[in-house]
Structure formats: C-alpha cells, structure tokens
C-alpha cells in the first residue's frame, strides 16, 4: 500500500522539520497518499501513522477534520459546493442541488460512470463570489449559476471523450 516512492516523498517532507517534530508533516504526507492511491484509507492512515510516530487516530483526526481528504474513492471530478451561511444566501444550495439533478446522484455520491463525485463543502474563502465550488481541490469556480454548472459539466464530459 505505502510504496518505496511515497516514503521517499514524505521523507523530504519531514525533513522540513525538526526530528522532534515530525508529526507537522502530516498534512503534507496525507495529500501524498491521496495523491499515489486517491483517496486515504484507514490502512494508509495506520502507515503514515507508523511512520511519522504517532497515534493512527491522531492522523485520523486529521483526515476527517479537513474535506480535502478523500477517505474513500471519489470520481475523477470531485465538485466540492459551498454551503455556508454567505452562500447559501446567494444560492448556494439551488447550486448544489442542480448539480445532484443534473448528474443523477444524491450529495457525497459518484456517478455510475466514476466521472463526479459531489460533495457540499464549508465556507471556501470567497464570499462575494458566491455561488462558489472547488473542483478537485484546486480550482476554484465563482457565480456558479445554473447556466455555468452546466457549462462546466458538459466541458468536462466533453474533455473525456475528446481529450
């Protein structure tokens, strides 16, 4: 599960800190894994906690606090909605709720083909822009209205078929 290549990657991100303090690599070394196997699993948590030397629930904590770890599998898009209060104002939630009708699958579920999975997300950091999402992590969609969603679902589709 935890290859020769991960630990090589995750021993440069230790090194970032002092022996003592090795356990501030965790973050780090979580999106390593998610990033080798896509998404962390109970075992790879119990690994890294191995390595890193510290209590496997002390890593799990940290892999269920923050919505960017994936602790299952996802689909190769994962659309991550606001929900907060500031957009759920600015319809947030008629966002995410258009997508789960437009792809076919409740919230936190993947699409039968494995393309989406979609997921509603604590506040992302750009109010103003609402409605906002993040998709895969990183890049970040502002105004999503029903027109854009779409827009962004049928580019993605179509980049799968044509890439």
Do not use: W
């Amino acid at each position: 599960m935890i290859s020769e290549a991960m630990i090589a990657r995750f021993a440069r991100e230790v090194a970032k800190y002092p022996e003592e303090q090795r356990q501030s690599a965790v973050m780090a070394c979580l999106a390593i894994v998610q990033d080798e196997l896509g998404h962390v699993s109970v075992e790879s948590e119990i690994a890294l906690a191995q390595y890193l030397g510290m209590p496997p629930m002390a890593v799990h904590e940290v892999t269920t606090f923050y919505n960017m770890y994936n602790q299952q599998a996802v689909g190769r898009y994962k659309l991550n909605v606001c929900t907060n209060l500031p957009c759920q104002l600015r319809r947030g939630n008629e966002a995410l709720n258009h997508l789960a009708n437009k792809l076919g699958v409740a919230v936190g579920g993947t699409t039968p083909d494995g393309l989406f999975t979609l997921q509603q997300s604590e506040c992302l950091g750009a109010c103003a822009d609402a409605p906002v999402m993040l998709v895969n992590d990183r890049h970040m969609c502002s105004f999503m209205s029903n027109e854009k969603l779409n827009q962004l679902i049928d580019g993605l589709k179509a980049a799968e078929v044509n890439p």
